[in-house]
Every structure is written in structure tokens, then in C-alpha cells.
């Protein structure tokens, strides 16, 4: 099974600064084929269900405000918000959808500083 | 409007037996793959198991394989997940998730249930 991995498990970060969120896979998800990234990134907030963010490590899903980026490629990826809202308090997850089972990361939850 | 609405979870003694259904609306419920994932008390996401779209193909995460079932009703427009020999770390709330891509196993997933919790307890 890939095992990925989040860093930090916990980020605290001034409303308008930088948030930056890493996740490490134990194996590459860049299928190459179609030389596609298989990963995924999530936004949960409290006594809400996951809320799809980034898929292909990269593209933004349908009305998720631009301040939010992913980047990264076989083994590492980055979810990044360029300027922090208070809004964007919540627990972030990776996934890699590269093969079953589909594993999460461990989540990392931000906070405002 | 992708609606996807879980029932199915009550408090059930350790050992014991229970299936979750999902009633999905807004889409053509037999193209796409269909996933469960759980989240147990203060804990991250874990994935369970997903179903394609015509139903033949499953896989399971190795902490339920054996003892749960995915399966998908396309009449119905259901997905269920029967749990049998059911453990205290079962314990969760359980999503019901569907895959973005048409056709297709490994997409991520963009829409989600607000789940059902199952409470596995003596």
C-alpha cells in the first residue's frame, strides 16, 4: 500500500501570510502515461464532510478561490494559500487515487496565529 | 444537484453485524466509481473500499477485507456496505463518496455524504 505522509501534523499562520502544507508519498503517483499526477487535496471543516480542493496535484477544483495551489510531482506535493483567510481554518488531507486502496494522509490542521 | 444521503448506523455490540446504504441523486449513478470512507472519534480520513461503476470490480482497505462488503445497486441508484464481525475500532462516522471520473477507478472524489455513525460498543 502507499503510505502517505503529511508535514506538519499542526500549522499556525497570521491571517494574509503564507500557509504551506507538505505530503510525501512512499511511492510515486505520476502515472506515465498520461504523465498525470494521481493526488488529491481536501479541506475539512468542524462537522463538515471533506471538501474536494486539488486534483492531479495541481488543478483547481470548480469554485475553490485561486489563493489555493498545489504543486509537486512523483513523490512530493505541496498545498499552498497565498494569503490566509479566516475561512481557511480547517483540517487539510492528501490522497493518492494512483492505486486502491486510495490512502489519505494523516491531515494537518491549521490555525490562525 | 449530486446528493448523496447515508443511513444505516445505530450502536452495535462488538461481534455483531450492520449495512449502510446510500441513496445517490443528481447523476448517472452506473458511470461512476463509488467509494466509503470513515472517520473515527477526533481521528483523520481513512478510506474503506470502493465499487466501479457496473459493480465488478472491489477493493478494500486490509482493516476491513474479509469482514466487509461493498456493493451497488444500479437500479436503485444505492451503494451498501455490509460490516459484518463488526470491532470497537470500527467505530466511526462512514461517508459515502463519489469518484469524479467517468468510468473510471482511480479519480478523486468530489462529492460526499454527510455520513452515518456507526457505534460499535458493548
Known amino acids: 500500500d502507499i503510505v502517505m505522509t503529511q508535514s506538519p501534523d499542526s500549522l499556525a499562520v497570521s491571517l494574509g501570510e503564507r500557509a504551506t502544507i507538505n505530503c510525501k508519498s512512499s511511492?510515486?503517483?505520476?502515472?506515465?502515461?498520461?504523465?498525470?499526477?494521481?493526488l488529491a487535496w481536501y479541506q475539512q471543516k468542524p462537522g463538515q464532510p471533506p471538501k474536494l480542493l486539488i486534483y492531479w496535484a495541481s488543478a483547481r477544483e470548480s469554485g475553490v478561490p485561486d489563493r489555493f495551489s498545489g504543486s509537486g510531482s512523483g513523490t512530493d506535493f505541496t498545498l499552498t494559500i497565498s494569503s490566509l483567510q479566516a475561512e481557511d481554518v480547517a483540517v487539510y488531507y492528501c490522497q493518492q487515487y494512483y492505486t486502491p486502496p486510495h490512502t489519505f494522509g494523516q491531515g494537518t490542521k491549521l490555525e490562525i496565529k | 444537484e449530486v446528493q448523496l444521503v447515508e443511513s444505516g448506523g445505530v450502536v452495535v455490540q462488538p461481534g455483531g453485524s450492520l449495512r449502510l446504504s446510500c441513496a445517490a441523486s443528481g447523476f448517472t449513478f452506473n458511470d461512476y466509481t463509488m467509494h466509503w470512507v470513515r472517520q473515527g472519534p477526533g481521528k483523520g480520513l481513512e478510506w474503506v473500499s470502493l465499487?466501479?461503476?457496473?459493480?465488478?470490480?472491489?477493493y478494500y482497505a486490509d482493516s476491513v477485507k474479509g469482514r466487509f462488503t461493498i456493493s451497488r445497486d444500479n437500479s436503485k441508484n444505492s451503494l451498501y456496505l455490509q460490516m459484518n464481525s463488526l470491532r470497537t475500532e470500527d467505530t466511526a462516522l462512514y461517508y459515502c463518496?463519489?469518484?469524479?471520473?467517468?468510468?473510471?477507478?482511480?479519480?478523486?472524489?468530489?462529492?460526499w455524504g454527510q455520513g452515518t455513525l456507526v457505534t460499535v460498543s458493548s
Open positions: 511511492q510515486s503517483v505520476l502515472y506515465p502515461s498520461n504523465n498525470e499526477n494521481y
Open positions: 465499487i466501479s461503476w457496473e459493480g465488478s470490480s472491489t
Open positions: 463518496a463519489k469518484g469524479s471520473g467517468y468510468q473510471n477507478r482511480d479519480a478523486q472524489l468530489d462529492y
